[in-house]
């Protein structure tokens, strides 16, 4: 079935996702602010809008993909997405946003606009090869009426209840990831001074009982000492700072989490904020400032 597809935020994550729709036959326009923004998005064969409103008003599917929970309110809430937005419509978002501002969108969700919560797992490669794993909440009747929208982009979904469940597992996930680049670091940094190498030791690691595809697809990078991002220290740290908040507001005490968070902020003191997240592999066992 082909769709009509508006999508929000076509950044390092989403561009490569509508790349795929287009390539699947699917209409999909682009929302672009600006003239140049549009005209490069043309380039890239899109149809695009100036505003939010236009962009939705005839879409069978609405994207959004954006930053935190400020740029998601003002697209949602302040540019009129959900009052736009045509009957029957399923409104997906893929943000890796608070369960809080999640829950404030979905009760201005109007009758009849199915809103599905769907932050993925995954790289931006991933997205290319349409292999993301889709974490997704939310009424189950529209999940499963969205089937075929998210085999274009994923290898895996999983419904996993009717609220803000999908948010929560995402912070969880995240937490994980952003510690793994602190514990690495200081694996590594160990055995550099105890007469190894990055490369000896990263091949041992990917085929040992710790070894993740998230380790693996950034292997290279660590052996080769280019941490041009992919995802910034400031985007994890955004993340472990909301699954704090979140932990909080359930009255948990996370101390691991409040300590790898401290490593970020201090990297991200130092100027590291806009390097790939997996440089603090290299800041390891560094004095800080």
């Given at each position: 079935m082909m769709r009509t597809i508006a999508w929000i935020g076509a950044g390092k994550m989403g561009l490569p996702i509508c790349r795929r729709f287009k390539e699947a036959g699917h209409r999909a326009r682009i929302l672009a602010r600006t003239p140049e923004r549009a005209k490069a998005l043309a380039a890239d064969g899109f149809a695009t809008a100036a505003t939010v409103k236009d962009l939705v008003g005839d879409a069978d599917v609405i994207f959004t993909c954006v930053s935190d929970d400020a740029a998601l309110a003002d697209v949602v809430l302040a540019d009129g997405l959900l009052a736009a937005a045509r009957t029957n419509a399923t409104f997906i978002d893929m943000s890796t946003v608070s369960p809080a501002i999640s829950a404030k969108i979905a009760a201005h969700v109007p009758a009849g606009l199915s809103y599905l919560r769907s932050p993925v797992s995954g790289s931006t490669g991933m997205a290319a090869a349409g292999t993301l794993t889709a974490l997704v909440s939310g009424p189950e009747a529209a999940y499963h009426a969205m089937a075929d929208v998210f085999a274009v982009f994923t290898k895996k979904t999983f419904h996993l209840g009717s609220g803000e469940e999908a948010r929560v597992l995402k912070l969880a996930i995240n937490s994980m990831v952003a510690a793994?680049?602190?514990?690495?670091?200081?694996?590594?940094?160990?055995?550099?001074?105890?007469?190894?190498?990055?490369?000896?030791?990263?091949?041992?690691?990917?085929?040992?009982?710790?070894?993740?595809?998230?380790?693996?697809?950034?292997?290279?990078?660590?052996?080769?000492?280019?941490?041009?991002?992919?995802?910034?220290?400031?985007?994890?740290?955004?993340?472990v700072e909301l699954f704090l908040a979140a932990g909080e507001e359930a009255q948990l005490a996370l101390p691991l989490n409040s300590m790898i968070a401290g490593i970020y902020r201090d990297a991200a003191g130092r100027g590291l904020g806009e390097q790939d997240f997996f440089v603090l592999v290299r800041e390891a066992g560094l004095p800080s400032s």
């Open positions: 793994t680049s602190v514990l690495l670091g200081e694996a590594l940094a160990l055995g550099l001074k105890g007469g190894l190498g990055n490369a000896a030791m990263l091949d041992v690691i990917t085929q040992s009982a710790v070894a993740s595809p998230l380790i693996g697809y950034k292997k290279d990078m660590v052996i080769g000492g280019n941490y041009a991002p992919a995802a910034t220290l400031n985007m994890l740290l955004k993340d």
